[in-house]
């Protein structure tokens, strides 16, 4: 029933990018609910949420202004417009990547940091307690003996 | 009262080796062939028994929470020597593929003024058989190792090891490496105006356990050494690293 209703209405539409600017623009605003959902349960942050975001605005301005992409197609010599389109997805893609692997590297130096300092400030609270321990037996034994005098 | 020389013993999954290793140096000691130094082991985050083993037969033990690789055990063990004001540190394996008697060998080169030095099993030419690839590998980078410093050095992967005060804090303080500190480091300290200086030592084959340099990690390894020291000239310091958060406790 509502799939003879989509496609009546898919039907309707002409020319082609008509639908092409209904399908961008629901996957934008898909984008923009899924990633809003991500930060209201605190699974994203909202530092890494606005590259997302800024997507989502970029998709919906190409769809609703044809001739941009054709602009930028001529612009960056692409035989067609859904080429440049690839082109700049992947390039998007990459960027993404190498900035997440900059980060990473840099979690793990701090991680590696934190953990030494861990580890070596375990190492000297033990240290600590054991010297404490050891006055505190020496102290016990010292008054037990000049107890034991004055009994 | 504290000594002033600390022995680092790096250490992942040596439980079954570690408590010997240790006791063997303490025997040195107690025999009066080593100076009095304190041991450390850093246990890289092993799921055996490796530091209840060390702690038993006598060892400090500083334990990371997970493992965090040979570079970063052995930067903990300077950070900590630095925190404890040790006045320079010593540093094997704890495979047993070092010999404890030699360690005098390496205390009398840092009298003699090096800031480093290098136990090399192949200036006496009686070094165990090792395998193709990792023979290629100390080939190279002895080759690459010796052009950089300017003297021959035959051992640039030798994890048994001298270090002066001055080496000390350069270590901790210039972007230590935290997979495979050898041959880079070796020239780092080179270019810091360090001295380092190889001495012969007799090594073992190791006595079990895993040995670092495995499977794909040698391509790795290669890999890593040839870009190190292509960059070395260019590079910048460790940002996070100086000065070092983890040594000086800021």
Redesign the interface.
């Known amino acids: 029933m509502i799939s003879t209703f989509v496609n009546d209405w898919l039907q309707e539409m002409t020319p082609l990018h008509e639908r092409q600017q209904v399908v961008a623009i629901a996957g934008a605003a898909a984008i923009v609910l899924i990633v809003f959902e991500l930060v209201r349960r605190r699974k994203l942050r909202e530092e890494f949420s606005w590259v997302w975001i800024l997507t989502a605005i970029g998709i919906v301005v190409l769809a609703l202004n044809q001739g941009l992409l054709t602009t930028i197609s001529g612009w960056v010599g692409a035989a067609s417009s859904v080429s440049t389109l690839f082109f700049g997805a992947i390039i998007f893609l990459i960027a993404l990547s190498v900035q997440f692997s900059v980060r990473l590297s840099?979690l793990t130096?701090?991680q590696?940091?934190l953990?030494?300092?861990?580890?070596?400030?375990?190492?000297?609270l033990a240290?600590a307690r054991k010297q404490k321990a050891a006055a505190e037996r020496k102290d016990r034994a010292r008054s037990k003996t000049s107890s034991d005098e004055v009994a | 009262m504290r000594a002033s020389t600390v022995l680092i013993i790096p250490a992942y999954c040596e439980s079954g080796r570690v408590g010997d290793v240790v006791r063997s140096v303490r025997r040195q000691i107690l025999s009066g062939q080593l100076p009095a130094i304190d041991i450390l082991v850093?246990d890289d985050g092993s799921p055996d028994a490796t530091t209840l083993e060390a702690a038993a037969a006598g060892a400090?033990?500083?334990?990371?929470?997970?493992n965090?690789g040979y570079g970063?055990a052995l930067?903990?063990g300077y950070?900590?020597a630095i925190?404890s004001g040790y006045d320079r540190v010593l540093q094997m394996d704890a495979d047993g593929q070092h010999d404890p008697t030699m360690l005098a060998r390496l205390i009398e080169a840092l009298d003699n003024g090096a800031d480093i030095a290098l136990g090399s099993r192949y200036l006496d030419r009686n070094a165990p058989d090792s395998s193709f690839a990792r023979r290629i590998g100390t080939r190279l980078f002895s080759w690459i190792a010796s052009r950089w410093i300017g003297t021959r050095i035959t051992d640039p992967t030798s994890g048994f090891q001298g270090l002066s005060r001055r080496a000390l804090e350069s270590v901790v303080n210039d972007g230590f490496p935290?997979d495979y500190p050898d041959a880079d480091v070796l020239v780092q300290h080179h270019r810091s105006g360090l001295v380092v200086r190889e001495i012969p030592v007799i090594m073992h084959e190791r006595l079990g356990g895993l040995s670092m340099h495995r499977g794909s990690r040698i391509a790795y390894y290669g890999y890593k050494m040839l870009v190190t020291l292509l960059l070395l000239p260019i590079r910048r310091a460790?940002p996070?690293?100086s000065p070092d958060?983890?040594a000086r406790?800021l």
């Open positions: 840099r130096h701090r590696r940091t953990a030494q300092r861990l580890a070596l400030l375990e190492e000297e240290e | 850093v400090r033990v500083v334990r990371h929470p997970f965090l970063c930067h903990s950070s900590a925190r935290e460790t996070l690293r958060t983890v406790g």
